[in-house]
């Protein structure tokens, strides 16, 4: 039996961004589409960076998952066709990220110039009163920042 793409896209809620593991990567919208086909599901992935180390692992996992539910063959392909954008992240993911600590991007709807990145919304109180420490968090995808409201520091996934 081959199963639904809408029944696709609920297992691979299951599968979660390896650095971000509250985050699912259809949330993330990094699952860009699901084809079915006779006897095989081809998934198809678009980084949040070029060269994102984690790529082959959510690779993996995907194929595994969709596997371990039955599907014979899973064709996983990576690509840029569809350019990844932050906007691209579902608001369940982004209040997921919130309570993880991150703070959610700002669309890119509302970025005119970069001068937007030099605050961000806390994660922890909400306070406005931010300051980008460090354009460069753990990983591409991040940025860290400083709240003066709650002197605690934290870090924005970046606007893309």
């Known amino acids: 039996m081959i199963p639904s793409s809408k029944q696709v896209y609920e297992w691979l809620e299951d599968v979660k961004d390896p650095e971000i593991p509250v985050l699912s990567l259809v949330d993330l919208g990094v699952i860009t589409e699901v084809v079915m086909r006779e006897n095989s599901v081809r998934v198809e992935m678009t980084p949040t960076f070029a060269g994102c180390p984690a790529m082959d692992v959510m690779k993996s996992e995907v194929i595994e998952k969709l596997k371990s539910k039955g599907v014979e063959e899973v064709i996983v392909n990576v690509s840029f066709q ?23 991007p700002p669309s890119n709807k509302v970025l005119h ?13 909400n306070g406005e009163n931010t300051e980008l420490k460090n354009p460069f968090g753990p990983t591409l995808c991040r940025a860290i920042y400083y709240c003066h409201t709650c002197h605690e520091a934290f870090e924005q996934f970046k606007p893309l």
């Open 82 to 104: 569809k350019p990844w954008s932050s906007d691209m992240i579902s608001e369940k993911g982004k209040k997921a990220l919130k309570q993880f600590g991150l703070a959610p």
């Open 113 to 125: 110039d970069l001068e937007i990145l030099e605050n961000a919304i806390c994660p922890r109180c």
